[in-house]
Each structure stands twice: as structure tokens, then as C-alpha cells.
């Protein structure tokens, strides 16, 4: 029977399968309030975009401004003051080795930049290579490109004879790194010269589980690109703009990748913009009085003028508020929150990335379309928590201006479910 409550069809739902959704009228800092009077901890920033927390003033207020000055404009042949002010301020505000950047509308799409920048980038050197390597249990994205550079999952099975192959280094297990370097090496030593690119997202996979590896590794990754003149791509869609504990999960390393995608947090969450930043070696390339030669790739809204405000405006606060003083400060609350947890008979490999705290559930069922996934969920929100856990992951990644109160709050939550767990109550419970 088709889904007659709305003709919506909402991301990563199966509607044959799943309650209404819940109707939110506003949001304000943590809380998400439904149009039934009900008021929501947002432990998880809304996909983890919400950086500031939801509707902060400075951001509305940069928004509805620009709004009124300027909306949209082709960005081919035009540009505006909040791209050109935002060009500057990033690349002041990310790595120092990136000279340029591109501009579109979300993850995805900062990542099939990448991937075509990288590409490009040894074509019009006129030594074209064809593989690209990525890290086991990545995610990119679900437009092609980035779903070739994922992992073969749940999420793309159907549409693999339609991906690119793509070669898999083994997730750097703690403790057992050199397998992840060795096979690098491995690969190097038979094709290094068609090797294009590295992609990763540096520290932690975030929906490949929320696994957090070392920054030496990340170092050793990067030496061995530089070496073979591989591209480094840092997809730090999810890590950046503070998620890992520092403004960028590459900062722990000491890296300078060669691109770098951006997303979510860049305008603090309240508008999509995607980044893509590369080096001036990758834009040279391209720079040449041959038409041929011209980075074919846009979309429509590439440079929309109020997301580059908003984007503008959350760099601003990050001055203005101290954002990484926050982030330390959060860091530290999650650290103590995770104290709460882990002695927890039920959890397994309790861990923290900065601001970002997981576990696994003990639980029979493993993966992501795990029954415990979906009764936890429906127990979190029942107590008004929005948790969403990834199969038997279970992660807290809040605003950075979560309160103390509504922190514990979600601790002392996850403690009733694991509870409900070990009575066998869960699934009543919820
Ligand atoms: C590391 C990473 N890259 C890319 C993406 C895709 O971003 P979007 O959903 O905005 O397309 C995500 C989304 O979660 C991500 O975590």
C-alpha cells in the first residue's frame, strides 16, 4: 500500500515501514519543538549540520539581510560580495596549501568536485590515471561519484554495476594500523602512476560507524600521496568546523591535503553549501588558454548569495563566540558524559572523537538494518531525544551550545534504554 499521509518522500525512509513524521513548527539553540507541544533534544545537530545550535540570531539575522539585498545570481560570468569575502575568510580558516575553492550545494556535491578536480587535474598534465582509493567503511555521499567512493553497502547494492571501481585500503583497526599502510604500499608498488587520488574522511567514518582511527596514520597516508604526487582528498563534510575536538580533523595530523570538502557546518547548519578547496597546483592545471581545459561542473545555485552570507556569518562567530574555546569545553562535557556510559554491562567500545561520543549496543543483531536500531530510536524519541543510532552504533553529536542539563538529559536517557535492554523491555518500553 502506498504511503497516503503525505506525498513526500523523505530521505533514507522506508515508508511502507515507517510512523508519520513528526511535525516541527520551530527550533531554537538544542530544541526542536513539534507543532503538538512537545519539546526535542537535538542530540545529533539535524545530520550533524547544526553547529551553533538551531535559529542562532546572528545567522538569521545575516541571512534575512542579505536576502533583501541580493538573492541568487548566476555565478558564471558574475560574482558577489559574500563569495568573494567568503573565498578569503575560509582559506584563512582552513589549512594553509589551499589556494582556490568551488562552491555548490551539499556534501555530495562537494565531493563529485573532488573527485573531477583530481581526475582533471593529471589529465591536463597529460598523464591521465584511473584509480582511486578509498578508505573501507567510507561514506561520501549518495550521488554516483561519491557513492563509487563509498563503501559497497546497504545503501548503494543496487546501483554497484553502475559505480566506478574504486580500490579499498582496510580500516585502520587501533592497534593494527600498518595492515591499512601495507596495503597502501601494496597498491603503490603496482600501480602507483595510476593512482589519482586518496579519498578519506580523516579521523572518524562517521556514517561507516562512527570508527575513529589515529592521526599518525592519517600523517602516513598523506606522506605516502605526497611521495607518488597522489591527490589527497579530506572529506571533511562531517569532521570539520570543529566536530573532532580542532577546526579541521586534518589540524591533528599536521596535513595539508590537496582538496579539501566542505559542507554542513560551513554555514552553521541553517543553509546547504557545499565547498570544495584545492591547491594551486589543481587549479594551474586547469588554468590554461584552452577551453577544453575549463572545470565543466556547476549547478544552478553554485555561490547562492545567502548561503555564502550565512557561511560568512558563521565564521564571525566563531570569532566573536570563541567557538573553539566551545569546542573544548564540549569536548570535555562528552568526556564525562562517556564516563557515565561505559561501564555500562551493555556497551561495547565506548569512544570520543572532540565533540563526538559512540558505542556499540551488545546486541545479537549487527548492521545497520538492526532491530535495535529502529526500537532505540523510537525509545529515544519517545522521551523526546533525537538520537538516531547507525545500526548497533550508537552516537551523541550535539549543537556545541548544548546545555549541561540537556547533555545529562541525554545520557540519563541512553542509561533507561540499556536498562530497558537487559530487562528485556525495550521494545515495550518504547
Ligand atoms: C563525510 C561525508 N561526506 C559527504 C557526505 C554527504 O553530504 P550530503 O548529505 O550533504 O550530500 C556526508 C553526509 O553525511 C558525510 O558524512
Known amino acids: 500500500m502506498s504511503n497516503t499521509r503525505s506525498p ?10 515507517a510512523d508519520a513524521e513528526i511535525l516541527i513548527e520551530k527550533a531554537q539553540g538544542s530544541l526542536l519543538y513539534t507543532h503538538d507541544g512537545r519539546t526535542i533534544i537535538d542530540g545529533i545537530s539535524s545530520w550533524w549540520v547544526n553547529t551553533h545550535g538551531h535559529c542562532h540570531p546572528a545567522l538569521v539575522k545575516a541571512v534575512q539581510e542579505q536576502a533583501a539585498q541580493l538573492d541568487q545570481v548566476i555565478f558564471a560570468g558574475f560574482t558577489h560580495a559574500p563569495a568573494e569575502k567568503l573565498a578569503l575568510e575560509l582559506l584563512k580558516f582552513t589549512p594553509s596549501g589551499l589556494s582556490h575553492l568551488f ?11 573532488a573527485l573531477k578536480m583530481a581526475i582533471g587535474y593529471h589529465a591536463h598534465r597529460g598523464k591521465p590515471r584511473h584509480t582511486i582509493v578509498a578508505l573501507e ?25 553502475f559505480l566506478f571501481k574504486v580500490e579499498r585500503l ?23 602512476h595510476d593512482i ?3 579519498i578519506l574522511e580523516p579521523l572518524i567514518l562517521g556514517a561507516g560507524g562512527m570508527r575513529i582511527y589515529s592521526p599518525s596514520v592519517l600523517k602516513q597516508l598523506s606522506d605516502l600521496c605526497k611521495t607518488h604526487g597522489i591527490i589527497l582528498i579530506a572529506d571533511e563534510v562531517m569532521t570539520g568546523f570543529g566536530r573532532t575536538g580542532t577546526r579541521f580533523a586534518c589540524d591533528q595530523a599536521g596535513i595539508m591535503p590537496d582538496i579539501m570538502c566542505l559542507s554542513k557546518g560551513i554555514t552553521g547548519g541553517i543553509l546547504p ?20 581545459k575549463t572545470f565543466w561542473h556547476s549547478s544552478s545555485y553554485t555561490g547562492n548569495a545567502l548561503a555564502c552570507a550565512a557561511a560568512l556569518a558563521n565564521l564571525n562567530l566563531w570569532q566573536e563566540n570563541d567557538t573553539d574555546a566551545q569546542i573544548k569545553n564540549l569536548t570535555a562535557r562528552q568526556a564525562a558524559q562517556l564516563k557515565r556510559l561505559e561501564n555500562h554491562p551493555f556497551i561495547a567500545n565506548p569512544r570520543q572523537c572532540g565533540t563526538i ?24 524519541l519517545n522521551h523526546d531525544i533525537l538520537l538516531r543510532p547507525l545500526g548497533d552504533t550508537v552516537y551523541v553529536l550535539p549543537p556545541y551550545c548544548i546545555s549541561d542539563e540537556e547533555l545529562a538529559r541525554i545520557t540519563t536517557t541512553i542509561i533507561k534504554a540499556l536498562d530497558a535492554i537487559g530487562s528485556g523491555a525495550l521494545k515495550s518500553a518504547a
Open 273 to 292: 553549501l557545499g565547498a570544495t578547496l584545492c591547491s594551486s597546483a589543481i587549479y594551474d592545471a586547469f588554468y590554461v588558454k584552452d577551453k577544453a
Open 137 to 161: 567503511h567510507g561514506y561520501h555521499g549518495d550521488t554516483f561519484g561519491a557513492m563509487a567512493a563509498g563503501a559497497p553497502s546497504i545503501f548503494n547494492d543496487i546501483y554497484a554495476p
Open 170 to 192: 582496510p580500516f585502520p583497526e587501533k592497534n593494527a594500523e600498518e595492515k591499512t599502510i601495507t596495503a597502501f604500499k601494496n597498491l603503490l608498488e603496482k600501480n602507483a
Open 8 to 17: 513526500l518522500w523523505h530521505p533514507f525512509t522506508q515508508h511502507a515501514l
Open 357 to 380: 561520543i559512540a558505542f556499540e549496543i551488545c546486541h545479537k543483531e549487527k548492521g545497520y538494518l538492526s532491530s535495535i536500531a529502529s526500537a532505540l530510536y523510537s525509545f529515544f
Open 103 to 113: 562552491l555548490s550545494d551539499s556534501g555530495s556535491t562537494a565531493v563529485e568536485a
Open 196 to 198: 589519482a587520488a586518496l
